[in-house]
């Protein structure tokens, strides 16, 4: 058993708060198991009576009638029996039709405290607060964290590592003895999970295609693309005409179903976002690495891939910095340039620079990852991540550098 303490706090703070509790993020990262194991035994453990507690999985075929709305609303209804507190958890709710109808009769129900999950883009876009009139109150679950892995993991931090940024954290890799065993169940999630639902639930038209982005997506981790630069790698490959429209209503597709995510610029001077171009980071880096086939298996990308999903798995809002520097050239004329910052997290009034190095093995090397947070004019903290196993240290610029373990084992490393 995986204790996900961090998730299990979630739901605790927000238990009978009048809202409903929208357990969001990617098809097997673990959200029923969440609700219906270490959640509801967390409930049985402070007393709640097991009849009190309704759990209704909706994508399992025993349950295919309750997936009209009012048998499932009668059959809920059926259960409360008397005026104590009921808690009711319905699974994969993107399969009722009418759902929000369900969902806000439900919550009028004054001794019903109301719990549902989702995985795709039917049900989970950018306006799901919107669909639940301002009830909805969304806790988002990602696959396993390095720290969650190797909690579970038989073997040293160190082996653990080499099989995360390979295989990646989707909880039932740990129930694969071989690697040949994790390679068929992730590629068989791709195939037959994710590429399937998207198609099948928005009526894509160029599956080729879809799975063609996704490809140069998967490639180009940590690169700045947007849908017009896409549309001329179709065009200039001479695989497809497919307008740059139609391209990003694909990419809003692999991020609704939280296969991927978008990062947006910020400039961090202007203090304003910039439109232009965005990366892209999945959400696991094992089903990038099994959708390469592992052809791709850059350690350095697959990790400035996986500090980011630690930043968001910790709550953080994340964008990539851009600083711009005015310098003079050997001619001496002044050039305008733009440095990155990997990643900005920010929380409330907290905000965080982060730099992945993976390596600096020469002054060169580490000037280059310097040099944009030196040019950063405020007082938030700056940190570099670096494969190595170093001691955290700060420098005379108050720029602080540790290696990866630290960062990622220590749930206050930010902090450090």
Known sequence: MIERPHYLEKLVQREKNGLVKVITGIRRCGKSYLLFKIYKDHLLGKGVKEDHIISVILDDVKNK????VDRLYAYIKEKIVDRDQYYVFLDEIQFVDGFSDLVNGLNYIENVDLYVTGSN??????????????????????????????????????????????????????SCATDELKEDYLASLIDNVYIKDIVDRNNVRYKRELENILDILSSGIGSFTNPVKLSHTFKSA????????????????????FLVEKVDRYDIKG????????????????????????????????????IFNELRIRGYRVSVGVVEVRERNKEGKTTLKKLEVDFIATKGNQKYYVQSAFEMPSQDKKDQELRPLLKINDSFKKIIVVKDDIKIKRDENGITTMGIYDFLLKGNSLEL
């Open 65 to 68: 009638e309750l997936r009209d």
């Open 121 to 174: 883009s039917k049900f989970l876009s950018s306006d799901i607060l919107t669909e639940f009139r301002g009830r909805g109150d969304e806790i988002r679950v990602y696959p396993l964290s390095f720290a969650e892995y190797a909690s579970a993991y038989d073997g040293t931090p160190y082996q653990a590592w080499k099989d995360y940024y390979t295989y990646g954290g989707m909880p039932f890799i740990l």
């Open 238 to 257: 001479g695989q497809s005409a497919i307008t740059d429209k139609t391209i990003k209503r694909y990419l809003d597709f692999l991020t609704d179903s």
């Open 271 to 306: 203090k304003k976002y910039i439109e232009a171009l965005s990366k892209y980071y999945f959400v696991d880096v094992g089903l990038r690495n099994a959708r390469l086939n592992y052809r791709q298996q850059e350690e350095n990308h697959i990790m400035e891939n996986i």
